[in-house]
């Protein structure tokens, strides 16, 4: 039904850049928050940025002030621009959306299936 699409993913020296893209499609009716999450091996699934959409966005303490999540509504579509890389931060990064569809109006939660993101020192 739905899908998300994440890109952008890749390996970057410390003190660099990165910007995550993540496509939601499918018969969309609407889209509520969306964010970014991450994840690293023998660790619990962690948020990173959250963004409503009315585009109220909230940030995961360790990555204020380096990390900016925004949404195109009009293409779906969810970005995460990271700067000041720190090799903390690598991780497989997973968009998140919560969207209701032309068959189930209710709002449902979907995931992308992950993209590696590696901060070399």
């Known amino acids: 039904q739905v899908q998300l699409v994440e890109s952008g993913g890749g390996l970057v020296q410390a003190g660099g850049s990165l910007r995550l893209s993540c496509a939601a499609s499918?018969?969309?009716?609407?889209?509520?928050?969306m964010g970014w999450y991450r994840q690293t091996p023998g660790k619990q699934r962690e948020a990173v940025a959250i963004?409503?959409?009315?585009?109220?966005?909230n940030y995961a303490h360790s990555v204020k002030d380096r990390f900016t999540i925004s949404r195109d509504n009009a293409k779906n579509t969810v970005y995460l621009q990271m700067n000041s890389l720190k090799p903390e931060d690598t991780a497989v990064y997973y968009c998140?959306?919560?969207?209701?569809?032309?068959?189930?109006?209710?709002?449902?939660?979907?995931w992308g299936q992950g993209t590696q993101v590696t901060v070399s020192s």
């Open positions: 998140q959306a919560f969207v209701a569809t032309m068959s189930a109006l209710s709002l449902k939660n979907y």
């Open positions: 499918g018969s969309i009716v609407r889209i509520n928050d």
């Open positions: 963004i409503t959409s009315g585009g109220t966005t």
